[in-house]
């Protein structure tokens, strides 16, 4: 089945490190999202990307950096992680070419501790 | 005024019970309306798409009411598997989530 995987499925880090988290997708989708997920709170856009040359921040991406390697890869980077980065982080796609280009499909999503 | 409100719950409700799920946004130039089920520590998935004339999926009828910028989700004969967490979902070119409200199934 076409799939969106995660890894890594569970980080534990210290403050000050740098980490990555990774997507790939064997969707075909166009467009890439990377969430985060707090206890009680909604799901918040960190950064978005349409296609390989567009990335756009979303409404929390201070402290966040991403990477579109390929239609089919979108990494998340965390430069130096906070303890207030601690969460569970999602990644989604979505293809523009359907009628509900806006149907967004997730991975299983990465647990992050930050000490 | 947040952008997707949502009562929090939790419902809980009995095998068999129909329940209702509402939800408003403060977006009016919104044009794309979901419901997605979330399972505790899982990924959201999406359950059905809301249209304006409303649609339905077995047991499962949504409803969108633009000018009162509202949106509703009815289960009827509820499932000890429906037990989750219920997203109501609105965009445009990028989706909003709302928090989601809670629904516990019962024997």
């Known amino acids: 089945d076409a799939d969106v995987t995660q890894t890594p499925r569970n980080r534990i880090t210290k403050t000050g490190k740098r980490i990555m988290l990774e997507c790939s997708q064997t969707k075909g989708h166009d467009r890439m999202y990377w969430y985060r997920q707090d206890p009680g709170l909604g799901l918040q856009l960190i950064y978005y990307s349409f296609d390989v040359k567009d990335i756009n921040k979303g409404e929390i991406s201070d402290g966040y950096s991403v990477s579109r390697q390929a239609q089919a890869k979108f990494s998340l980077s965390l430069e130096s992680a906070i303890p207030n980065q601690t969460a569970l982080y999602f990644c989604?796609?979505?293809?523009?070419?359907?009628?509900?280009?806006?149907?967004?499909?997730f991975g299983p999503g990465t647990r992050l501790t930050v000490l | 005024r947040k952008e997707v409100e949502q009562d929090p719950g939790p419902f809980n409700v009995p095998e068999g019970a129909t329940v209702a799920f509402n939800c408003t946004y403060s977006n009016s130039a919104s044009q794309s309306f979901f419901w997605y089920r979330q399972d505790c520590r899982k990924e959201p998935k999406l359950l059905m798409s809301v249209y304006s004339s409303g649609n339905e999926d077995g047991r499962f009828t949504a409803q969108l009411n633009r000018a009162s910028q509202y949106i509703s989700l009815l289960i009827r004969d509820s499932k000890l598997s429906d037990s989750a967490t219920y997203l109501c979902v609105v965009g445009y070119s990028t989706l909003t989530f709302g928090k989601g409200t809670m629904l516990l199934v019962s024997p």
């Open positions: 989604a796609t979505s293809d523009s070419r359907l009628a509900r280009g806006n149907e967004q499909f």
